[in-house]
């Protein structure tokens, strides 16, 4: 129930809590056992406070250093697995209408290149 809910908070209340977290796929911030109220998290014990809230827990996660670091994604390929998958890629490209982003790739191979 509570991951089809997906609340900002959820308290498991129960002797054993910690039976059934990995059963939560979808809140916001679990407190675990009987004490341990949602006050805990929120003025004491130091856990993030910025959490989705209205059921957005389904595809969000409270606020984390990863929305504040900065990444780069990397990407390498070489010449022969390039041209190994060249032609699948401007049939993406002039299938969106993306004809530079074919070309991109096609002008590589012209002219025996």
């Known amino acids: 129930m509570s991951n089809e809910l997906a609340p900002e ?8 809590p910690f039976d ?3 059963g939560v796929k979808n809140a916001g911030s679990v407190f675990l056992g009987r004490y341990c109220p949602e006050a805990v998290g929120d003025y004491f014990a130091g856990p993030n406070h910025t959490l989705p809230t209205n ?17 780069t994604q990397f990407t390498y390929y070489t010449k022969d697995a390039l041209s190994r998958v060249a032609d699948d890629i401007v049939y993406f490209a002039e299938k969106e209408m993306l ?14 290149k």
């Open 9 to 16: 908070h959820l308290e498991i209340c129960v002797d054993n």
């Open 20 to 22: 059934y977290l990995d």
């Open 55 to 71: 059921g957005t827990a389904r595809f969000s996660s409270p606020v984390s250093v990863d929305d504040i670091v900065k990444k």
């Open 99 to 112: 004809h530079a982003h074919g070309e991109s790739v096609a002008i590589r191979f012209r002219d025996g």
